[in-house]
C-alpha cells in the first residue's frame, strides 16, 4: 500500500498545510466572543455555508466509506445520495431551517431545550457529543490510513500527527477557520478525486468496459442496478421498504435535519434566506458526487480481485491511488484526501465544542458565567474533543467497510431524535416529558435491534439492512412511546411554543431579508424543487 511519492507530492501537501493554518490564524483576528467562535458570528453569505456543509461531509464517510460500499455493493449504494440525502437537505432547508435560525438558538440540543425541557437537551447533548466523537475516530482513523500509506508510518503515529494537524487551525479560528477550510477543501478533494475516477475508467475501458466487468464480478447484474431486485435478491440484500422507509425517510431526514455538525453551517449564515438556502445549494453538488466515490470503488472492485477477500474494501481509493496516478497528480489525489478527512473530523469537533460548552457545561454545569469563560471552555472542549477522538480511532479500525460501522451510529443517535423533532414540531399537543422518554426509548430500541442482530437473533441479512431496519423501530418506538406520554402529562402553554412550532409564529419575529433575497436563483422552494426532480432523473438512468 506505500505510495510511491516523491519531493513535488510532497511539496503540494506542505502547501495545503501551510495554505490550512494560514487561514486558521488569519479567522483568529475575528474571535471576539463566543458566538464568533462557535457560530462565525452568523455573518456569511449563502454560498459558503453552502459549500462549507456539503464539504463537512465529505469526510471518511464520503470518500473511503463509498467507495468501499460501492465495492461491495454496486450501483445501490447511490441510493445514499440520491434518495438518502438530497430530499432531506431539501426538507431542511425548506421547512426546518426557519425554526432554527429565527429562534437564534446556537444548537439543536438548546432547540429541543426550548420546545421541550432540559432534561431533554441533556439527554439529547451527551447522545451527540459521544456520537461525534465516535465518528471524529473514523475520520481520524481514515486520515492515518493515507499518512501510513504515504510515509510508512506506525498507525499510532500516523493517527496523533493527524489529530495535532486538525486540532491546530480549529482552536485557533473556530468555526470560521473550520468553514473557509472546508470550502477550500471542498475544491482540493474534487481536484484529487477526478483524475482518479478518470484514469480508472480508461484502465477498465470506460463506463462499457466497467459494466461488463462488473456482471463477471461477485456482484454480478445486481451491482449495475439500483432497483431492480429490491423485492427480492439484491447485493445489498436490502428490500426496497428497507431502502425508502429505513434509508430514505428515518436514516436520512434524521442525520441531514438534526444533526449539529451540519446544522451548525448554516446557523453561521448572514439571515434567514441565506440559511435557508445553505443545504439546498450543497444537494447541487451532492447528486454528482457519486461519479467520484461510488464509481471509483466500483472500479477498484474489478481491477483488485482480493478486494473484500484478503484486502479491506476500505483500501478502494488508496489502492487506485496507488497503481494509476504518475507523481504530481498523486500529490494532488493525497492532498485531496486529506482535505476530506480533516474537513469531516473538523465538523465533528466543531459540532462537539460547541454542544458540549452550550448544552452541558453553561446549560447544566457552570450557568451565568461570563462569555469568556465559555470561549476558553470551547476551546479546551477542543482539544479534549480531539484526544477522544484519537481513542475512538480504533474502534473504526476494527470494520473491514467503515460505511456499516458509521450506519450503525446513525440509526442509534438520529433516527429516533428525528421522531421526536418532527413529532415536536407539528403537534404542539407533544409535552416537554414526551419528548424525553420518546427519545430514550427510540434510542435504547435502535441499541436492542443492532445487538438482537448481532447476536443471531434477527436476520437482517446485511450490517447495512439491519441499519434501514433498526432506523425504522427506533422512529416507530420513539413516535408511540410519545404519544402515549403525552396523553398523560401536560403540554406546555401556547405562548411558550412560538416560533418553536409549525403553526405558532413568534409575535415579535422581524424581517432580517436582504436586497436580491427576492430573485428566483435565492428561492429556496424553486430551487429544492428542481434538485428532487435532478435526483427523480438521475434514477432514471441506471434503475
Request: charged share 10%; net charge neutral.
Amino acid at each position: 500500500m506505500r505510495l510511491d511519492v516523491n519531493l513535488l507530492d510532497y511539496l503540494l501537501i506542505a502547501v495545503y498545510f501551510a495554505t490550512v493554518l494560514a487561514i486558521g490564524f488569519a479567522a483568529r483576528r475575528r474571535i471576539s466572543s463566543s458566538l464568533d467562535f462557535f457560530l462565525a458570528g452568523r455573518g456569511l453569505p449563502a454560498w459558503i455555508t453552502g459549500l462549507a456543509f456539503v464539504s463537512a461531509n465529505l469526510g471518511a464517510i464520503e470518500i473511503l466509506g463509498m467507495a468501499a460500499n460501492g465495492a461491495q455493493y454496486g450501483a445501490m449504494t447511490v441510493h445514499y445520495y440520491w434518495i438518502g440525502a438530497v430530499p432531506a437537505m431539501v426538507f431542511l432547508g425548506i421547512v426546518m431551517m426557519p425554526f432554527y435560525y429565527r429562534s437564534k438558538v446556537r444548537s439543536v440540543p438548546e432547540f429541543l431545550r426550548r420546545r421541550f425541557n432540559g432534561a431533554t437537551q441533556l439527554l439529547n447533548a451527551l447522545m451527540f457529543a459521544v456520537a461525534q466523537i465516535l465518528i471524529a475516530g473514523v475520520n481520524l482513523y481514515a486520515l492515518a490510513l493515507v499518512m501510513e500509506a504515504l510515509l510508512g508510518w506506525p498507525l499510532l503515529v500516523s493517527v496523533v500527527v493527524s489529530a495535532l494537524i486538525v486540532l491546530s487551525y480549529i482552536t485557533l479560528g473556530g468555526l470560521s477557520s473550520a468553514i473557509y477550510n472546508e470550502v477550500l477543501q471542498f475544491f482540493v478533494i474534487l481536484a484529487g478525486l477526478i483524475p482518479l475516477t478518470v484514469l480508472g475508467l480508461v484502465k477498465v475501458g470506460g463506463v462499457a468496459g466497467l459494466s461488463d466487468r462488473v456482471r463477471q464480478s461477485a456482484l454480478g447484474e445486481g451491482g449495475l442496478h439500483t432497483w431492480a431486485g429490491t423485492a427480492g435478491s439484491n447485493p445489498m440484500q436490502a428490500h426496497w421498504i428497507g431502502i425508502v422507509f429505513g434509508l430514505g425517510f428515518v436514516l436520512s431526514f434524521g442525520y441531514w435535519t438534526t444533526n449539529f455538525a451540519e446544522v451548525q453551517r448554516a446557523l453561521s449564515a448572514r439571515n434567514t434566506n441565506a440559511a435557508r438556502m445553505t443545504p439546498i445549494i450543497a444537494a447541487f453538488p451532492k447528486l454528482l458526487i457519486p461519479l467520484v466515490t461510488v464509481l471509483p470503488g466500483m472500479i477498484a472492485l474489478v481491477l483488485f480481485g482480493d478486494l473484500g477477500k484478503g484486502q479491506d474494501y476500505n483500501d478502494a481509493i488508496p489502492l487506485l491511488m496507488r497503481d494509476l496516478l504518475p507523481n504530481g497528480v498523486l500529490g494532488v489525489a493525497v492532498t485531496g484526501l486529506l482535505a476530506s478527512f480533516m474537513a469531516g473530523m473538523a465538523a465533528n469537533i466543531s459540532g462537539f465544542n460547541t454542544v458540549f460548552t452550550n448544552d452541558i457545561w453553561q446549560a447544566h454545569v457552570r450557568p451565568d458565567r461570563p462569555d469568556g469563560h465559555y470561549l476558553n471552555v470551547g476551546r479546551v472542549a477542543t482539544v479534549a474533543g480531539v484526544a477522544l477522538g484519537v481513542g475512538t480511532a480504533f474502534i473504526a479500525a476494527g470494520y473491514s467497510n467503515i460505511m456499516n460501522y458509521l450506519q450503525a451510529l446513525f440509526s442509534f443517535f438520529n433516527a429516533p431524535l428525528f421522531a421526536t423533532f418532527v413529532v415536536g414540531l407539528f403537534w404542539r399537543r407533544m409535552t416537554p416529558w414526551a419528548g424525553f422518554w420518546g427519545l430514550l426509548a427510540g434510542t435504547l430500541s435502535a441499541f436492542a435491534s443492532y445487538f438482537a442482530y448481532k447476536a443471531g437473533v434477527v436476520d437482517f441479512g446485511t450490517e447495512l439492512n439491519a441499519s434501514f431496519w433498526g432506523a425504522g423501530i427506533a422512529f416507530a418506538v420513539d413516535v408511540l412511546v410519545s404519544v402515549i406520554v403525552t396523553l398523560v402529562t401536560t403540554p406546555k402553554p401556547e405562548r411558550e411554543l412560538r416560533g418553536l412550532v409549525y403553526g405558532l409564529s413568534a409575535a415579535d419575529l422581524e424581517d432580517d431579508a436582504l436586497a436580491g433575497d427576492t430573485r428566483w436563483y435565492r428561492s429556496p422552494v424553486l430551487l429544492g424543487t428542481g434538485a428532487v426532480i435532478l435526483a427523480a432523473l438521475l434514477y432514471g438512468v441506471i434503475l
